[in-house]
């Protein structure tokens, strides 16, 4: 299930590098983009688990496997809001 959701953010990341040029409202490119980088901490997440074995480090007490995982929805959650807020500040219209 974790690499279902990285599968659908690389998806949703390669419709819109596809799509940029049609694009009229770039901060929608914007938060596209960014499913690439929430993409990537998830995979990272995915792989820290401690039976992967790939960061053998990264299982001490649980702390990279939450660290991947609050970076991600932090980051996720601050993109947003910056995003919306950039939007009514600058008077453009959000064409969902």
């Given at each position: 299930?974790?690499?279902?959701?990285?599968?659908?953010?690389y998806v949703i990341f390669?419709?819109?590098?596809?799509?940029?040029?049609?694009?009229?409202?770039?901060?929608?490119?914007?938060?596209?983009?960014?499913?690439?980088?929430?993409?990537?901490?998830?995979?990272?997440?995915?792989?820290?688990?401690?039976r992967m074995e790939i960061?053998?480090?990264?299982?001490?007490?649980?702390?990279?496997?939450?660290?991947?995982?609050?970076?991600?929805?932090?980051?996720?959650?601050?993109?947003s809001i910056f995003t919306?807020?950039?939007?009514?500040?600058?008077?453009?219209?959000?064409?969902?």
């Amino acid at each position: 299930m974790e690499l279902f959701s990285v599968i659908i953010a690389y998806v949703i990341f390669l419709v819109a590098w596809e799509s940029k040029t049609f694009l009229e409202n770039r901060y929608l490119l914007l938060i596209e983009i960014s499913c690439f980088f929430f993409g990537t901490l998830d995979l990272l997440h995915t792989l820290s688990y401690e039976r992967m074995e790939i960061f053998p480090v990264a299982y001490i007490e649980g702390v990279g496997l939450t660290a991947f995982k609050v970076i991600s929805r932090l980051s996720a959650d601050v993109l947003s809001i910056f995003t919306i807020f950039s939007a009514i500040v600058f008077s453009e219209k959000l064409h969902v």
